[in-house]
């Protein structure tokens, strides 16, 4: 995306958080490509019996976004952090649904990637626990869960995330690692100690 696009989204996601509907006609076609993108990237990791297609869960995510009161939009990072935590619970709505339905049978899966340091002999990990893990970690470290929110969720970029938490890019990788290695540990259940 193209610094002139993004201060466009920001400009237009500004103007709508000020009651310009004619603002959110604009920016509609140009978020919503790349919402498609972040949540193709996420169901792609997901298990292949995943039924939510990429459509159902962007119109789904937009639609929570466009009935958000109040928020001030900050910069299309923050618009998109925002859109990670809508497509988040989403996700584990539908996955806790089918879990209860199912008494556990065939829960969603969702696979950790080289991104969270996972080894792929470790197969598929429980979206439901996976959940459960970040909201562990959130009640410890509010920062760390964010950054794993925008980072896998998201597909935010360091230097994105970085903007959005008002922290340095330093700072984000240096978190990330601690984040990934406390995930790893916690959803697996075994120590990531060399």
Do not use: C
């Not at 993004?6 to 006609?25: C, F, K, N, P, R």
């Not at 962007?58 to 299309?76: C, P, T």
């Not at 209860?100 to 340091?117: C, H, I, M, P, Y």
């Not at 959940?131 to 970029?157: C, P, W, Y």
Request: glycine content about 6%; cysteine-free.
């Amino acid at each position: 995306m193209t610094s002139n696009s993004s201060e466009e989204i920001t400009g237009l996601l500004v103007a709508w958080g000020d009651g310009d509907q004619a603002a959110l006609d604009k920016l509609t076609p140009l978020v919503y490509t790349e919402l498609k993108r972040v949540a193709r990237r996420y169901l792609h990791r997901r298990h292949k019996e995943q039924t939510l297609q990429t459509s159902d869960l962007v119109n789904e995510a937009y639609i929570r976004l466009i009935d958000v009161d109040g928020v001030k939009w900050q910069s299309r990072a923050h618009f998109f952090a925002v859109s990670a935590q809508m497509m988040r619970r989403i996700l584990v709505d539908a996955a806790r649904g089918r879990y209860s339905q199912k008494r556990g049978g065939d829960a969603t899966r969702v696979t950790f990637d080289e991104e969270l340091n996972v080894a792929a002999s470790k197969g598929d990990t429980d979206l439901i626990k996976l959940d459960d893990a970040l909201k562990t970690l959130a009640k410890m470290n509010e920062r760390h869960s964010q950054i794993v929110e925008l980072r896998f969720f998201g597909g935010l970029s360091e230097k994105e995330v970085a903007a959005v938490l008002k922290v340095s890019e330093r700072t984000i990788r240096r978190e990330w690692g601690l984040a990934r290695a406390w995930l790893y540990r916690e959803v697996s259940g075994t120590s990531t100690d060399a």
